[in-house]
Protein backbone atom coordinates (compact mmCIF):
# COMPACT_ATOMS: atom_id res chain seq x y z
CA UNK A 1 0.00 0.00 0.00
CA UNK A 2 1.55 3.39 -1.19
CA UNK A 3 2.14 5.80 1.51
CA UNK A 4 0.58 9.12 1.28
CA UNK A 5 3.56 11.71 1.01
CA UNK A 6 3.77 14.14 3.75
CA UNK A 7 2.80 17.45 3.30
CA UNK A 8 6.30 19.85 2.36
CA UNK A 9 7.44 21.24 5.22
CA UNK A 10 8.38 25.38 4.60
CA UNK A 11 11.72 26.35 3.98
CA UNK A 12 13.79 27.08 6.65
CA UNK A 13 17.75 28.76 6.47
CA UNK A 14 19.96 26.84 7.21
CA UNK A 15 21.48 29.95 9.04
CA UNK A 16 19.13 31.17 11.38
CA UNK A 17 18.78 35.21 11.67
CA UNK A 18 20.77 36.21 14.57
CA UNK A 19 22.54 39.82 15.54
CA UNK A 20 25.92 40.62 13.66
CA UNK A 21 27.78 43.13 14.64
CA UNK A 22 27.98 46.40 12.44
CA UNK A 23 30.58 46.97 9.67
CA UNK A 24 33.88 48.43 10.77
CA UNK A 25 34.38 51.97 10.25
CA UNK A 26 37.95 53.40 9.14
CA UNK A 27 38.79 55.25 12.59
CA UNK A 28 39.00 58.47 12.67
CA UNK A 29 42.32 59.15 14.56
CA UNK A 30 43.32 62.95 15.85
CA UNK A 31 46.57 63.97 14.63
CA UNK A 32 48.09 63.67 17.57
CA UNK A 33 46.50 59.57 18.01
CA UNK A 34 48.06 58.98 14.75
CA UNK A 35 51.46 60.37 15.60
CA UNK A 36 51.41 57.84 18.11
CA UNK A 37 50.64 54.80 15.98
CA UNK A 38 53.12 55.68 13.41
CA UNK A 39 55.89 56.24 16.51
CA UNK A 40 54.62 52.53 17.84
CA UNK A 41 54.86 51.37 14.56
CA UNK A 42 58.04 52.08 13.63
CA UNK A 43 59.41 51.43 17.12
CA UNK A 44 58.35 47.69 15.97
CA UNK A 45 59.70 48.20 12.57
CA UNK A 46 63.59 49.37 13.77
CA UNK A 47 63.55 47.16 16.91
CA UNK A 48 63.22 44.54 14.47
CA UNK A 49 65.57 45.56 11.91
CA UNK A 50 68.05 45.76 14.66
CA UNK A 51 67.18 42.25 16.35
CA UNK A 52 68.07 40.87 12.78
CA UNK A 53 71.05 42.24 12.88
CA UNK A 54 71.68 41.05 15.70
CA UNK A 55 70.95 37.58 15.01
CA UNK A 56 73.36 37.48 11.91
CA UNK A 57 76.13 38.92 14.41
CA UNK A 58 75.11 35.63 16.63
CA UNK A 59 73.95 37.79 19.85
CA UNK A 60 70.37 35.97 19.64
CA UNK A 61 70.38 32.28 19.27
CA UNK A 62 67.66 29.44 18.02
CA UNK A 63 64.81 30.86 16.15
CA UNK A 64 64.32 34.36 15.64
CA UNK A 65 60.52 35.56 13.92
CA UNK A 66 60.33 38.89 12.64
CA UNK A 67 57.00 41.18 12.60
CA UNK A 68 58.49 43.77 9.79
CA UNK A 69 55.44 44.07 7.88
CA UNK A 70 52.36 43.83 9.83
CA UNK A 71 53.11 46.37 12.68
CA UNK A 72 49.71 47.76 11.51
CA UNK A 73 47.34 44.75 13.27
CA UNK A 74 49.48 45.16 16.58
CA UNK A 75 49.49 48.56 17.28
CA UNK A 76 45.88 48.69 15.93
CA UNK A 77 44.42 46.24 17.84
CA UNK A 78 46.24 46.80 20.69
CA UNK A 79 46.04 50.73 20.85
CA UNK A 80 42.18 49.67 21.83
CA UNK A 81 43.05 47.27 24.94
CA UNK A 82 43.31 48.78 28.37
CA UNK A 83 46.27 47.22 29.62
CA UNK A 84 46.16 45.31 33.01
CA UNK A 85 42.40 44.98 32.21
CA UNK A 86 42.60 42.94 28.80
CA UNK A 87 44.71 40.09 28.12
CA UNK A 88 46.54 39.32 25.08
CA UNK A 89 48.48 36.14 24.01
CA UNK A 90 50.19 35.23 21.03
CA UNK A 91 51.97 32.53 18.94
CA UNK A 92 55.70 32.89 18.08
CA UNK A 93 56.12 35.92 16.46
CA UNK A 94 55.49 38.01 19.44
CA UNK A 95 58.41 41.07 19.57
CA UNK A 96 55.84 43.32 18.00
CA UNK A 97 52.89 42.39 20.36
CA UNK A 98 54.95 43.07 23.53
CA UNK A 99 56.22 46.57 22.37
CA UNK A 100 52.59 47.87 21.05
CA UNK A 101 51.44 46.60 24.75
CA UNK A 102 54.01 49.45 26.18
CA UNK A 103 56.78 47.11 27.12
CA UNK A 104 60.13 48.47 27.84
CA UNK A 105 61.98 47.76 24.57
CA UNK A 106 65.35 46.93 26.62
CA UNK A 107 63.71 43.93 28.37
CA UNK A 108 62.98 42.71 25.07
CA UNK A 109 65.71 42.63 23.23
CA UNK A 110 67.74 41.43 26.21
CA UNK A 111 65.39 38.49 26.52
CA UNK A 112 66.36 37.97 22.60
CA UNK A 113 69.67 37.46 23.40
CA UNK A 114 69.03 35.62 26.61
CA UNK A 115 69.99 37.91 29.35
CA UNK A 116 69.18 38.00 33.22
CA UNK A 117 67.43 41.16 32.73
CA UNK A 118 65.44 39.86 29.98
CA UNK A 119 61.67 40.63 30.51
CA UNK A 120 61.42 36.19 30.84
CA UNK A 121 65.03 36.39 32.73
CA UNK A 122 66.78 35.22 29.36
CA UNK A 123 64.72 31.84 29.17
CA UNK A 124 62.20 32.32 26.89
CA UNK A 125 63.82 33.68 23.95
CA UNK A 126 62.49 35.57 21.00
CA UNK A 127 59.36 32.60 21.42
CA UNK A 128 58.47 32.64 24.56
CA UNK A 129 58.01 36.17 26.15
CA UNK A 130 55.69 36.30 29.60
CA UNK A 131 54.50 40.05 30.94
CA UNK A 132 51.85 38.89 33.96
CA UNK A 133 52.16 42.88 34.86
CA UNK A 134 50.59 43.64 31.62
CA UNK A 135 48.64 40.73 30.78
CA UNK A 136 50.53 39.49 28.26
CA UNK A 137 50.50 35.66 28.56
CA UNK A 138 52.82 34.90 25.83
CA UNK A 139 54.54 33.83 22.93
CA UNK A 140 53.90 29.97 22.47
CA UNK A 141 56.32 27.95 20.03
CA UNK A 142 53.36 25.09 19.87
CA UNK A 143 51.14 26.21 16.37
CA UNK A 144 47.70 26.78 17.41
CA UNK A 145 48.12 26.39 21.38
CA UNK A 146 47.65 30.06 22.03
CA UNK A 147 44.10 29.83 21.02
CA UNK A 148 42.67 27.51 23.52
CA UNK A 149 44.92 29.07 25.83
CA UNK A 150 43.44 32.45 25.05
CA UNK A 151 39.65 30.67 25.32
CA UNK A 152 40.92 30.01 29.10
CA UNK A 153 41.49 33.40 29.69
CA UNK A 154 38.79 34.75 28.48
CA UNK A 155 36.85 32.26 30.61
CA UNK A 156 38.76 33.72 33.72
CA UNK A 157 37.72 37.17 32.85
CA UNK A 158 34.14 35.62 32.68
CA UNK A 159 34.35 34.02 35.77
CA UNK A 160 35.71 36.81 37.57
CA UNK A 161 33.46 39.14 36.00
CA UNK A 162 36.55 41.75 35.71
CA UNK A 163 35.18 43.27 32.29
CA UNK A 164 38.32 41.94 30.68
CA UNK A 165 38.53 40.79 27.03
CA UNK A 166 41.25 38.56 25.82
CA UNK A 167 42.81 38.96 22.39
CA UNK A 168 44.06 35.95 20.85
CA UNK A 169 46.43 35.94 17.81
CA UNK A 170 47.07 33.29 15.65
CA UNK A 171 47.90 32.95 12.04
CA UNK A 172 46.64 31.82 8.75
CA UNK A 173 48.55 28.18 9.46
CA UNK A 174 47.42 27.78 12.80
CA UNK A 175 43.90 28.32 11.51
CA UNK A 176 43.87 24.28 10.07
CA UNK A 177 44.87 23.60 13.79
CA UNK A 178 42.32 20.96 15.18
CA UNK A 179 42.29 22.86 18.89
CA UNK A 180 41.21 26.05 17.61
CA UNK A 181 37.54 24.38 16.18
CA UNK A 182 37.57 23.01 19.78
CA UNK A 183 38.11 26.52 21.32
CA UNK A 184 35.64 27.92 19.05
CA UNK A 185 33.11 25.91 19.98
CA UNK A 186 33.29 26.13 23.39
CA UNK A 187 33.57 29.80 23.64
CA UNK A 188 30.37 30.31 21.46
CA UNK A 189 28.96 27.91 23.81
CA UNK A 190 29.56 30.07 26.85
CA UNK A 191 29.80 33.70 24.65
CA UNK A 192 33.73 33.78 26.44
CA UNK A 193 34.67 37.12 25.76
CA UNK A 194 37.45 36.61 23.09
CA UNK A 195 38.62 38.53 20.28
CA UNK A 196 40.32 35.57 17.67
CA UNK A 197 42.76 37.74 15.63
CA UNK A 198 43.99 35.44 12.70
CA UNK A 199 46.96 37.31 11.07
CA UNK A 200 46.58 35.97 7.16
CA UNK A 201 50.04 36.77 5.71
CA UNK A 202 49.36 34.43 3.12
CA UNK A 203 51.90 32.05 3.78
CA UNK A 204 52.19 29.15 6.70
CA UNK A 205 56.05 29.02 6.92
CA UNK A 206 56.43 28.70 3.54
CA UNK A 207 53.19 27.13 2.26
CA UNK A 208 50.42 29.41 0.55
CA UNK A 209 47.22 29.90 1.57
CA UNK A 210 45.78 28.84 -1.60
CA UNK A 211 47.89 25.48 -1.25
CA UNK A 212 46.76 25.41 2.36
CA UNK A 213 43.19 26.30 3.08
CA UNK A 214 40.38 24.59 1.42
CA UNK A 215 38.54 27.95 2.97
CA UNK A 216 40.85 31.04 2.67
CA UNK A 217 38.64 33.27 3.73
CA UNK A 218 38.85 33.01 7.31
CA UNK A 219 36.89 35.26 8.69
CA UNK A 220 34.49 32.56 7.85
CA UNK A 221 35.63 29.73 9.80
CA UNK A 222 33.44 30.64 12.61
CA UNK A 223 30.52 30.64 11.05
CA UNK A 224 29.65 26.84 11.57
CA UNK A 225 29.50 27.76 15.63
CA UNK A 226 27.92 31.30 14.92
CA UNK A 227 30.70 33.14 16.02
CA UNK A 228 30.74 36.18 13.46
CA UNK A 229 33.86 37.58 11.13
CA UNK A 230 35.38 40.17 10.08
CA UNK A 231 38.21 40.81 7.10
CA UNK A 232 40.39 43.78 7.84
CA UNK A 233 42.91 45.61 5.89
CA UNK A 234 45.56 44.71 8.02
CA UNK A 235 48.08 46.95 6.46
CA UNK A 236 45.98 49.90 7.02
CA UNK A 237 46.25 50.69 11.20
CA UNK A 238 43.35 52.99 11.30
CA UNK A 239 40.99 50.08 9.31
CA UNK A 240 42.30 47.51 12.37
CA UNK A 241 41.28 50.10 14.84
CA UNK A 242 38.07 50.88 13.90
CA UNK A 243 37.45 47.16 13.68
CA UNK A 244 39.46 46.23 17.06
CA UNK A 245 36.26 49.30 18.40
CA UNK A 246 33.21 46.81 16.92
CA UNK A 247 35.14 43.70 18.24
CA UNK A 248 35.69 44.96 21.73
CA UNK A 249 32.19 46.48 21.86
CA UNK A 250 30.65 43.17 20.93
CA UNK A 251 32.43 41.16 23.37
CA UNK A 252 31.80 43.70 26.27
CA UNK A 253 28.63 43.70 25.64
CA UNK A 254 28.09 39.62 26.48
CA UNK A 255 27.67 38.78 22.77
CA UNK A 256 30.51 36.02 23.45
CA UNK A 257 33.82 35.45 20.92
CA UNK A 258 34.01 37.14 17.76
CA UNK A 259 36.98 36.67 14.85
CA UNK A 260 38.77 39.62 13.06
CA UNK A 261 40.81 38.07 9.78
CA UNK A 262 43.85 40.54 9.54
CA UNK A 263 45.00 40.67 5.93
CA UNK A 264 48.62 41.45 6.10
CA UNK A 265 52.21 40.29 4.61
CA UNK A 266 55.93 39.73 6.38
CA UNK A 267 58.77 40.65 4.37
CA UNK A 268 61.38 38.61 5.76
CA UNK A 269 61.04 34.95 5.74
CA UNK A 270 59.00 32.49 8.20
CA UNK A 271 61.97 32.90 10.34
CA UNK A 272 65.81 34.39 10.05
CA UNK A 273 66.50 30.81 8.67
CA UNK A 274 64.11 30.86 6.20
CA UNK A 275 65.07 32.46 2.62
CA UNK A 276 61.50 32.26 1.00
CA UNK A 277 62.24 30.88 -2.13
CA UNK A 278 58.13 30.17 -2.16
CA UNK A 279 57.85 33.87 -3.58
CA UNK A 280 59.23 36.34 -5.75
CA UNK A 281 61.16 39.70 -5.04
CA UNK A 282 58.63 41.33 -7.12
CA UNK A 283 55.86 40.02 -5.00
CA UNK A 284 57.47 41.43 -1.15
CA UNK A 285 58.59 44.71 -3.66
CA UNK A 286 55.09 45.18 -4.93
CA UNK A 287 53.96 45.33 -0.70
CA UNK A 288 56.84 47.56 0.61
CA UNK A 289 55.46 50.24 -2.22
CA UNK A 290 52.10 50.25 -2.29
CA UNK A 291 51.13 49.09 0.66
CA UNK A 292 53.39 49.17 3.64
CA UNK A 293 51.51 50.53 6.89
CA UNK A 294 54.27 52.74 7.91
CA UNK A 295 54.37 54.93 4.76
CA UNK A 296 50.46 55.10 4.48
CA UNK A 297 50.48 56.65 7.83
CA UNK A 298 53.23 58.85 6.96
CA UNK A 299 51.43 60.10 3.79
CA UNK A 300 47.99 60.83 6.12
CA UNK A 301 50.22 62.70 8.58
CA UNK A 302 51.85 64.71 6.06
CA UNK A 303 48.26 65.26 4.64
CA UNK A 304 47.44 66.39 8.09
CA UNK A 305 49.85 69.10 8.18
CA UNK A 306 52.77 67.16 9.72
CA UNK A 307 56.11 68.25 8.52
CA UNK A 308 58.38 65.93 7.13
CA UNK A 309 61.34 67.14 8.98
CA UNK A 310 59.00 66.05 12.28
CA UNK A 311 58.71 62.68 11.40
CA UNK A 312 62.42 62.38 10.55
CA UNK A 313 62.96 63.75 14.30
CA UNK A 314 60.80 60.77 14.99
CA UNK A 315 62.41 58.33 12.86
CA UNK A 316 65.56 59.15 14.30
CA UNK A 317 64.37 59.12 18.61
CA UNK A 318 63.47 55.72 17.93
CA UNK A 319 66.81 54.67 15.62
CA UNK A 320 68.55 56.07 19.29
CA UNK A 321 65.84 54.16 21.83
CA UNK A 322 66.67 51.01 19.83
CA UNK A 323 70.55 51.80 19.54
CA UNK A 324 70.24 51.95 23.33
CA UNK A 325 67.91 48.64 23.38
CA UNK A 326 70.53 46.81 21.71
CA UNK A 327 73.16 48.52 23.82
CA UNK A 328 71.89 47.26 27.12
CA UNK A 329 71.22 43.68 25.96
CA UNK A 330 74.86 43.37 24.66
CA UNK A 331 76.06 44.16 27.69
CA UNK A 332 73.85 43.04 30.34
CA UNK A 333 75.15 39.79 32.05
CA UNK A 334 73.90 36.00 31.33
CA UNK A 335 71.81 34.39 34.01
CA UNK A 336 73.40 32.50 36.86
CA UNK A 337 73.68 29.08 36.35
CA UNK A 338 71.34 28.42 39.33
CA UNK A 339 68.88 29.94 37.86
CA UNK A 340 68.22 27.07 35.31
CA UNK A 341 65.99 24.95 38.66
CA UNK A 342 64.08 28.50 39.19
CA UNK A 343 60.75 29.40 37.65
CA UNK A 344 60.16 25.24 37.12
CA UNK A 345 56.71 24.84 38.97
CA UNK A 346 53.93 27.93 40.28
CA UNK A 347 54.17 26.92 43.99
CA UNK A 348 56.91 24.10 45.80
CA UNK A 349 55.52 20.60 46.34
Known sequence: MARTPKK??????????RERPPEPQRYQASKEELLGFYRQMLLIRRFEERAGQLYGLGF????CHLYIGQEAVAVGLQSAMEVGKDSVITGYRDHGHMLAYGIDPKVIMAELTGRAAGISKGKGGSMHMFSVEHGFYGGHGIVGAQVSLGTGLAFKHQYSADGGVCLSYFGDGAANQGQV???????ELWKLPVIYAIENNHYAMGTSVERSASEP?????????????IQVDGMDVLAVRGAAQVALDWTRAGKGPIILELKTYRYRGHSMSDP?????REEVQSYR??????QRAEKELVAMGVAEEELKAIDKE???IVVEAAKFAEEAPEPEAAELYTDVLVENY
Do not use: C, H, W
Open 60 to 63: IGGF
Open 318 to 320: IKD
Open 8 to 17: AAEAVPLTPN
Open 276 to 280: AKYRT
Open 289 to 294: ENQDPI
Open 181 to 187: YESFNMA
Open 217 to 229: EFYRRGESFRIPG
